[in-house]
């Protein structure tokens, strides 16, 4: 018959266990260190539109855009940092991806389509930031708390590890939806153009066609007649 567990060791394994998920909620509140968010806008003909985003010292922004709809799909890109030098300036692109380390200020960037004077643009935009947000010192005295941990057969910092980890691999796998999405987008935009195109064309090549056809009768109809006339 089993003997039942000692309660100095089951006391243990449990304050093991709260411990491990009071650490859990603390690194949880932890992963709004990185914020991301994406925008899908209409820039007319002609027109310039400009966003901002306020940013820490020593974080990291990430901008990556689109265009989605609109003739040739391109667009004028620039990127300001807070003290007015231009980090980045693109002409005439359909996408970009950059990343930058920050200074503490707005950093404003440009969507240009000036020189379209007919077709407006759809462009969608994603913005990634990280460290923004000054991460607390995590205590150590939360350890003297913990008995038995042998016992877990794992070591709290490891599953730590392994959380952060799945967290990483989660957004990441956000992102690289969110960016699928906006392929999809485009490339639907795209095809759809193409297939109004080839509709107007081939109902021109129609009508064309019936045009010429009813020329070509009437011509072959008038030459009977006269021959007719010729005769009598």
């Excluded at 089993?2 to 509140?29: G, Q």
């Excluded at 030098?85 to 404003?108: A, I, L, N, P």
């Excluded at 021109?204 to 006339?229: A, E």
Aim: net charge negative.
């Amino acid at each position: 018959m089993d003997r039942p567990a000692p309660p100095l060791i089951l006391s243990s394994v449990a304050l093991s266990v709260l411990c491990l998920f009071l650490l859990w909620l603390r690194e949880a509140r932890g992963f709004t260190q990185s914020v991301d968010g994406d925008f899908t806008f209409t820039l007319p003909a002609g027109q310039k539109e400009c966003f901002y985003q306020t940013m820490r010292k020593d974080a990291s922004l990430e901008i990556e855009y689109q265009v989605l709809d609109g003739a040739s799909l391109d667009v004028d890109f620039i990127l300001t940092s807070p003290d007015g030098t231009v980090v980045v300036d693109e002409q005439r692109k359909s996408d970009g991806v950059h990343t930058v380390d920050t200074e503490e200020g707005d950093y404003m960037f440009c969507f240009d389509n000036s020189f379209s004077t007919v077709s407006e643009k759809v462009i969608f935009f994603e913005l990634i930031l990280d460290n923004m947000y000054e991460s607390e010192k995590e205590p150590e005295d939360w350890k003297q708390y913990v008995m038995g941990t042998d016992l877990l057969d794992m070591k709290l910092e490891d599953i730590l590890t392994a959380i952060n980890n799945v967290k990483a691999r989660l957004s990441k796998s956000i992102q690289i939806q969110t960016l699928l999405r906006a392929f999809e987008a485009r490339d639907r935009n795209l095809q759809e153009s193409n297939f109004d195109r080839v509709n107007f064309w081939s109902a021109i090549n129609l009508t064309i066609m019936v045009t010429v056809s009813v020329i070509q009768v009437f011509l072959l109809k008038s030459l009977f007649d006269d021959r007719k006339r010729s005769r009598t």
